[in-house]
C-alpha cells in the first residue's frame, strides 16, 4: 500500500515536473547492452518473473540520461508482469543509425482502438477488469513524456491474444563522425 502511494506521489511530481518543462536530464553515453543486462536481472528476481534478455555482441550505445531511462524501462517492465503471465523479452538493436529498445509481452494485447490512447494521462482499458491491478494510469504517459524529452520515440505494436512490444528508439550516439 505504502509503495503504492510513494509511486503515485513520484508519477504525480514526473508530470508536474514535465509541465513546467523542468524534468532535467543529464546526458551520458549509455552501453544499452549493460545497462537492460542489469535491469533484466533486477526486474527477473523482484518480479519472479522470467525475463528473457537479447542483445547482440555488439554494443549499442546511446546519449541519455540513465536513470531516467532506468525508470521507462521498469515501467514498462511492470506493465507486462501486471498485464500478461508469461515471459517478458527486452531486446536491444541497432538498425543503420537508430538504436531500438523493445519490452514484450505475451499478454492479451491492446485492442486496436485504444492503441493510440493508451499514452495518455489516466488512461487505463477496461477499467473494472484493471482494478485488481491498482494503477493510476498514469505510467505510460510519463514513459513517453520521458523519452521523448530525452530525444526518442516510443511505439506500441499489439496484437489482440498475441501480446503487446513497446518499441523505444534513439539515434545512436557517435563519439567520432565515422560512425
Ligand atoms: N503490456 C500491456 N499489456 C496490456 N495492456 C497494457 C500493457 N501496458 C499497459 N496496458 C494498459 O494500458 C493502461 C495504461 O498503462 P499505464 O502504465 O499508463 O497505467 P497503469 O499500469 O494502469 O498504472 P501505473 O503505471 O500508473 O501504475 C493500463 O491500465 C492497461 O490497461
Ligand atoms: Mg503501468
Redesign the pocket.
Known amino acids: 500500500m505504502l509503495i503504492k502511494k510513494l509511486?503515485r506521489h513520484r508519477?504525480l511530481l514526473d508530470l508536474a515536473r514535465a509541465d513546467s518543462g523542468s524534468i532535467h536530464f543529464y546526458l551520458e553515453p549509455i552501453i544499452l547492452n549493460e545497462l537492460v543486462t542489469e535491469i533484466g536481472g533486477m526486474a527477473q528476481q523482484y518480479n519472479n518473473r522470467t525475463i528473457n534478455i537479447e542483445t547482440g555482441a555488439e554494443k549499442v550505445i546511446i546519449k541519455a540520461d540513465i536513470n531516467r531511462l532506468k525508470q521507462v524501462l521498469l515501467?514498462l517492465i511492470?506493465?507486462?508482469v501486471?498485464?500478461?503471465e508469461k515471459e517478458i523479452t527486452i531486446k536491444v538493436e541497432k538498425i543503420k543509425e537508430t538504436a531500438i529498445i523493445q519490452v514484450s509481452?505475451r499478454?492479451?494485447?491492446?485492442p486496436l482502438a485504444q492503441q493510440n490512447r493508451?499514452f495518455e494521462r489516466f488512461?487505463?482499458?477496461?477499467e473494472a477488469k484493471?482494478r485488481n491491478?491498482g494503477?493510476?494510469?498514469?505510467?505510460?504517459?510519463i514513459v513517453k513524456t520521458l523519452v521523448e524529452g530525452m530525444g526518442g520515440k516510443i511505439s506500441l505494436r499489439?496484437q489482440l491474444g498475441e501480446g503487446?512490444s513497446?518499441i523505444i528508439s534513439f539515434p545512436v550516439y557517435c563519439e567520432n563522425l565515422l560512425c
Open positions: 509511486r508519477h515501467n511492470d506493465n507486462g501486471k498485464y500478461s509481452d499478454g492479451s494485447g491492446i493508451i488512461y487505463r482499458l477496461d484493471c491491478t494503477g493510476t494510469g498514469l505510467g505510460l504517459s499489439s503487446s513497446f
